[in-house]
């Protein structure tokens, strides 16, 4: 069959189950998929391309002949198991933050930094944090142009970002049920959580951390600031941000708002007079980065605000992901002058 061989590792999961249908969408040209989770949901089928497949268990042999693996199971699933992938001679793009920081690891963003993707040989490349990856598409065309110096960055995130236990202890909650399990320390049914991961010594927690190293990663910039609060609330999906960043230059606001509504991946809604801004509920289900309450910050200089807001199980990681395996196939079949056999 023509195309690639594909494997999902995590087809079960909210990313994986989103990964299968924006292959399927983008028409990732896919000739035999594997759908891959652990020992239970072996047996089960998920769907992709109008017939169900059956998900088996995560093994060396799952791996044997894959081109493409996604990599969407956590951390630990990504140490153990990435290295026999990219052994086996696939491409590995995981979701998780266990290679993200390793310095010959490219974090890709393609809007962003398509670039650091040098080179087509098997190997690991990361997909960032859903954070990280909608608010560096929005400040993209700003750091271009005129330098980031720092951001201050507060998050909205959707509980979809905690897995499947996430929005099962959210829907328990919100039926006066309690969830089976929890994916959060308190309720979060009419609740707003100030903490999202561990806490480290700095009173940080190591989502704040991963906005932090994996923006300056992205932008290849070690010296802007960012300084973020990620916070939980009681949405289902899409992550909602107020990005606050000051500029290394003077900008006029006609043309940051020009640049916006040109730069790839991005739609800009900001009419707050007829209400018009973006919303957590219209992300939903799109692919797109929405921006919008651009506005002057008067009390830092060259400061400016902005409203951030996009899809986490997409633009933040089945999507992104995808289109890190289209730049892949890109620069594979310019180097070998040829699509799979
Ligand atoms: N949710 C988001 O918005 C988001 C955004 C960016 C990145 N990510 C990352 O994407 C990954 C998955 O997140 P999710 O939200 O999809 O979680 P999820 O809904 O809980 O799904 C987890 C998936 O991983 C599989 N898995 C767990 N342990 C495994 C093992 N030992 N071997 C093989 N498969 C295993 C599960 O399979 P079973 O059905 O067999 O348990 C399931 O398919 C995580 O690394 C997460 O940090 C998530």
């Known amino acids: 069959m023509a195309g690639y061989t594909v494997a999902v590792v995590g087809a079960t ?43 088996r268990e995560i093994s060396a042999d799952a791996f044997s002949g894959v081109d493409v693996a996604l990599f969407s199971a956590g ?14 001679g696939a491409v590995v793009i995981d979701n998780s933050s266990a290679f993200r920081m390793e310095a010959d690891v490219p974090l890709i963003v393609p809007e962003v ?39 201050v960055v507060c998050t ?22 309690n969830a089976a399990v929890r994916a959060f320390p308190h309720p979060i049914a009419g609740n707003v959580l100030p903490h999202i ?25 070690p010296r802007i600031l960012v300084s973020p609060t990620c916070v939980r609330v009681p949405v289902d999906t899409s992550h909602s941000e107020a990005v606050h960043v000051e500029l290394a230059a ?25 209400t018009a801004y973006p919303l957590a509920m219209n992300a939903a289900g799109r692919d797109e980065v929405f921006v919008g309450r651009l506005r002057r910050d008067p009390s830092a200089e060259n400061g400016l605000i902005m409203w951030v807001v996009s899809d986490n199980l997409r633009k933040g ?25």
């Open 13 to 55: 999961g909210l990313v994986g189950r989103t990964m299968l249908q924006v292959l399927e969408e983008r028409a990732f040209p896919t000739g035999e998929l594997r759908a891959i989770a652990s020992a239970r949901s072996a047996g089960q089928d998920v769907p992709f391309q109008g017939r169900l497949h059956r998900v």
């Open 75 to 88: 951390g630990g699933t990504a140490r153990e198991w990435a290295p026999v992938a990219a052994a086996a």
């Open 113 to 151: 930094n398509a670039h650091a993707l040098v080179d087509a040989a098997p190997r690991i490349i990361a997909n960032p944090n859903c954070s990280t990856i909608q608010m560096v598409v929005a400040l993209q065309p700003l750091h271009a142009r005129y330098g980031i110096r720092r951001i």
């Open 156 to 177: 909205y995130q959707a509980v979809s970002g905690a897995g499947k236990k996430g929005v099962d202890q959210l829907h328990a909650e919100r039926e006066g049920k």
């Open 197 to 221: 991961a561990a806490f480290d010594d700095d009173g940080f927690t190591t989502e704040e951390r991963k906005m932090i190293e994996e923006t300056r990663k992205i932008f290849e910039d």
């Open 250 to 274: 003077p900008y006029d606001l006609a043309d940051v708002r020009s640049m916006l509504e040109d730069a790839p991946g991005v739609i800009v809604i900001d009419d707050p007079e007829s």
């Open 317 to 341: 990681a089945a999507t992104n992901a995808v289109q890190i395996a289209e730049v892949w196939k890109a620069r594979r079949e310019q180097e070998n002058g040829a699509s799979p056999a």
